[in-house]
C-alpha cells in the first residue's frame, strides 16, 4: 500500500524523530511510503486567526502536493482534522471543491490509519514505564479520533497505563488561544498539569505535538520529572523492556 506522509509544521521543524517513527511504523506494516516535497502548511493558524484568504493560499498548495497520493497519514489529529475542513472551505468553488474533497477522504491521523484503515491493533512493541494518555481537543473533537490511540497503547508489552482525571479537558495550546489568551490558557494547563501529577506517571503521552509542548513546559517549570513523548515513539519502541532515557 502506497502512503504519503504529511509531516506538518511542528514535527518538521521541532520533532524531527516524531516524523520518522511515524515513516518506520508505517513501513513495518508493509507500506510504502513517499514524501511529496511540494506540501507545507496546512494553513490552520491562518485560517483559526481569521485570515481565509491567506489559508487558502497554503490550502491550494497543499492539494496541489497531494494530488496524486492514494493516501495521505500525518502524526497530528490537528493537522490532519484541518485537511477534513477543506470541503466546507472550498464549497461551491468550481476550481477547488473537488481536490478538497479528495484530499479530505484520503487523510487520516497515524493511529487511525493504523486501526481503522489497516486493521492494525498490535505493533508488537514493547515499552516498560508508567504512562497515561492525553486526548487533545483537536484529535478527538474535530477529527473524531477517540478509541484507536488507547487501542494501540494497550497492545503496548511493558505499559502500565493509568487514566488521566478529567482528560477531555483542554490544555489551553488552542494554538491561537494561547497567544491571545495567555492568562486563561495558563490556568487550563495548569490544571492538567496538576492532573498529569496526580497519575503519578513517568509518562505523558499524546497525539498532538503543540499540545505536548504545552502541557510539557508548563510542567518543566513547575519542577515536574514527567517525559513528554509522542504516541508514535511509544509504538515505535521494540526493545525488549525498553523506555525512553
Known amino acids: 500500500m502506497k502512503v504519503s506522509l504529511f509531516i506538518t509544521c511542528v514535527s518538521d521543524i521541532i520533532f524531527a524523530d516524531v516524523g520518522k517513527n511515524t515513516v518506520e511504523i508505517l513501513e513495518r506494516v508493509g ?8 506540501q507545507t502548511c496546512c494553513g490552520q493558524p491562518a485560517y483559526n486567526s481569521g485570515y481565509l484568504q491567506e489559508a487558502k493560499k497554503s490550502m491550494k498548495q497543499m492539494m496541489r502536493a497531494f494530488k496524486d497520493s492514494k493516501y495521505v497519514v500525518g502524526p497530528s489529529g490537528s493537522c490532519v482534522g484541518m485537511l477534513k ?11 477547488w471543491e473537488e481536490a478538497a474533497n479528495d484530499l479530505a477522504n484520503k487523510s487520516f491521523e497515524i493511529t487511525q490509519f493504523l486501526v481503522d484503515v489497516l486493521g492494525v491493533t498490535d ?24 478509541d484507536a490511540p488507547q487501542t494501540l497503547l494497550n497492545n503496548v508489552k511493558g505499559v502500565d497505563f493509568v487514566e488521566l482525571p478529567v482528560k477531555e479537558d483542554c490544555c489551553g495550546f488552542g494554538g491561537t488561544f494561547a497567544v491571545k489568551n495567555p492568562a486563561i490558557s495558563g490556568e487550563m494547563v495548569k490544571e492538567k498539569s496538576q492532573h498529569v501529577s496526580e497519575t503519578n506517571a513517568e509518562y505523558l ?38 523506555g525512553i532515557a
Open 85 to 95: 475542513e477543506y470541503p466546507a472551505v472550498f464549497k461551491g468553488d468550481p476550481e
Open 31 to 38: 507500506c510504502e511510503v513517499d514524501f511529496p516535497a511540494a
Open 205 to 242: 503521552v499524546g497525539g498532538d505535538m503543540g499540545c505536548l509542548m504545552n502541557i510539557g513546559g508548563r510542567m518543566r517549570r513547575e519542577g515536574k520529572n514527567v517525559k513528554v513523548v509522542h504516541i508514535t515513539e511509544i509504538l515505535n519502541t521494540q526493545e525488549k523492556g525498553g
Open 123 to 146: 505493533l508488537g512493541s514493547t515499552f516498560k514505564g508508567k504512562v497515561t494518555y492525553h486526548p487533545s481537543c483537536h484529535m478527538t473533537r474535530v477529527l473524531g479520533v477517540k
